[in-house]
């Protein structure tokens, strides 16, 4: 069903998207020879040390691709396999939110209504409490002191009206997406952990449970596990042991379709506390289960149950059909993206393709996000059947791009007028996000801007970085097919943007 009439500005956004090329010029490959990188000889010594990194013989077993290139003058300072595809992992974030935030603006907020059925009697709703959404993902302690926050400024606003009771049941209307909660592509082992969090219209708290676990000071006392969200909406069954020696080894499962959370292995005695956070199912049912949780400890009684309307056997409705009792509006999505962009939320990520297709259709569904996306993409001069874009955020292994794709993008992204909201939700080295812990004590430090990307066998660093005499530079790095550690990754792609980040060419 259609959830909010799709903004008539969509379409002048797109459409601008479709034709504007923000100036990307398009690059020559020369081959670069190793003394005189593209024939200037200023570079010779930094693209045989990159060279160098890139032909570490540990990878020979796997496959590097590199592209470096000048923002300033267009000259390209380093290539390697730079027209293959690979798979990016997160790097196909890139991707996803640099077309929401060309398609959606940087000003997009997302809107849930809380309505009722049924007439107000009273201090009485005689009928449902039903809540509509499009997808706000920030019901969480990264924008909120409780997920709950919300959900107890309704409960407040009802009581102001003289509302105490709710006769009927509290509904959770999804419909604006379609029915898919996780991508087909996702490898089942993984859905219990919060990455592959399931996505839908109604979330909270990211679709995850915090989990801190507390060992006990000896080995005859017992774990604690406290959850961030309680609710009875999911079950803990705890069957950890304390050790005395050794290192905690925690195992959680959820089995797929149940909200039974186990936690199995052992702790050690006086360790520190530490956290956990598994998925929860149906997203719809736990963001009104706890809804209905706040209402009731806030003094609202609900005669009725959580439900998801989906169980309702021909709910088909639209939210202005039934009067409306409050209205939240999500941060913009500036601040929306930096959250995605730094921490790698893949829930975000999925959000955003299908929020691009809800408001242009009116329906969210991975097809039309994808649509909006290849028409941003467009915009950029690439072309459709030059990439495979399978989820929005790269756990799909289906997913294919190029180094030469990703710096295009970036360097579209440079002359966009959403550019200033675009490099700030990008993590930082050595400061924050995923890189906080990275490139410390070296000139990329502060300096490099860059988006990681991590699964089995892949990674790739993407991004922006300024050399020691200020020439702007843009790159993107992906390997596939390795096997060694993450730190070995690191290694070589930080040691190159550090190379980079030094480099001057006024020094002997």
């Not at 019901?139 to 709710?166: C, H, N, P, Q």
């Given at each position: 069903m259609r959830f909010l009439a799709p903004l008539a500005l969509a379409a002048a956004l797109l459409g601008g998207c479709a034709t504007n090329s923000y100036n990307v010029t398009e690059v020559t490959r020369l081959a670069p020879p190793i003394d005189g990188a593209f024939g200037d000889e200023d570079l010779g010594p930094l693209v045989s040390q990159i060279h160098a990194r890139f032909e570490d013989p540990a990878f020979a077993h796997a496959h590097w691709g590199a592209l470096i290139q000048s923002l300033d003058t267009g000259r390209v300072w380093y290539a390697r396999n730079e027209n293959r595809l690979f798979?990016?992992?997160?790097?196909?974030?890139?991707?996803?939110?640099?077309?929401?935030?060309?398609?959606?603006?940087?000003?997009f907020r997302f809107e849930t209504a809380l309505c009722h059925t049924g007439r107000i009697e009273g201090s009485t709703i005689a009928g449902n409490l039903v809540v509509f959404g499009n997808g706000d993902p920030?019901?969480?302690?990264?924008?909120?002191?409780?997920?709950?926050?919300?959900?107890?400024?309704?409960?407040?606003?009802?009581?102001?009206?003289?509302?105490?009771?709710?006769?009927?049941?509290v509904i959770g209307d999804d419909n604006a997406w379609d029915d898919d909660i996780v991508d087909d592509d996702w490898a089942l082992s993984n859905l219990s952990n919060w990455p592959a969090a399931e996505y839908c219209p109604l979330?909270?708290?990211?679709?995850?449970?915090?989990?801190?676990?507390?060992?006990?000071?000896t080995v005859s006392g017992e774990v604690v596990i406290e959850a961030n969200l309680p609710s009875h909406y999911y079950t803990v069954v705890n069957n950890l042991t304390v050790t005395e020696h050794g290192r905690s080894r925690v195992n959680i499962s959820r089995a797929v379709g149940s909200n039974v959370i186990v936690f199995d292995g052992s702790v050690v005695a006086g360790a520190s506390p530490f956290e956990r956070s598994p998925t929860i199912t149906n997203p719809t049912l736990f963001y009104v289960t706890v809804l209905q949780e706040v209402l009731e400890e806030e003094g609202i009684a609900i005669g009725g149950d959580p439900v998801d309307c989906d169980d309702i056997e021909g709910w088909d409705h639209e939210p202005w059909h039934f009067p409306r009792l409050a209205t939240h509006l999500s941060p913009p999505l500036s601040e929306i993206l930096t959250g995605l962009m730094k921490r790698s939320q893949n829930m975000y990520s999925e959000t955003m393709v299908r929020t691009m297709g809800w408001q242009r259709d009116g329906l969210g569904t991975f097809e039309g996000g994808r649509e909006v996306l290849q028409g941003v993409l467009e915009g950029f001069g690439i072309a459709p059947q030059s990439?495979?874009?399978?989820?929005?955020s790269g756990l799909s292994r289906y997913n294919l791009i190029?180094?030469?794709?990703?710096?295009e993008i970036l360097r579209g992204m440079r002359q966009s007028?959403?550019?200033?909201?675009?490099?700030?939700?990008?993590?930082?080295?050595?400061?924050?996000?995923?890189?906080?812990?990275?490139?410390?004590?070296?000139?990329?430090?502060?300096?490099?801007r860059a988006k990681t990307g991590t699964i089995s066998n892949v990674r790739g660093l993407s991004g922006y970085v300024t050399t020691a005499d200020g020439e702007n530079?843009?790159?993107?790095?992906?390997?596939?097919?390795?096997?060694?550690s993450t730190a070995a990754t690191n290694s070589i792609t930080d040691d190159v943007c550090a190379a980079l980040a030094s480099f001057d060419r006024g020094q002997d």
């Open positions: 798979m990016p992992a997160s790097n196909n974030k890139i991707l996803t939110a640099s077309a929401a935030l060309q398609a959606l603006g940087p000003d920030t019901l969480y302690e990264r924008f909120f002191d409780d997920s709950r926050d919300v959900f107890r400024e309704w409960a407040g606003e009802l009581r102001e009206r003289g509302i105490t009771r709710i006769a009927g049941d979330q909270i708290n990211e679709n995850y449970v915090d989990f801190r676990i507390i060992p006990p000071e990439y495979q874009y399978s989820d929005g190029s180094p030469r794709l990703v710096v007028p959403h550019w200033g909201v675009w490099y700030d939700a990008l993590p930082i080295a050595g400061v924050d996000g995923t890189l906080r812990s990275r490139m410390r004590g070296t000139a990329a430090e502060g300096n490099v530079l843009v790159f993107s790095f992906l390997v596939n097919g390795h096997m060694l």
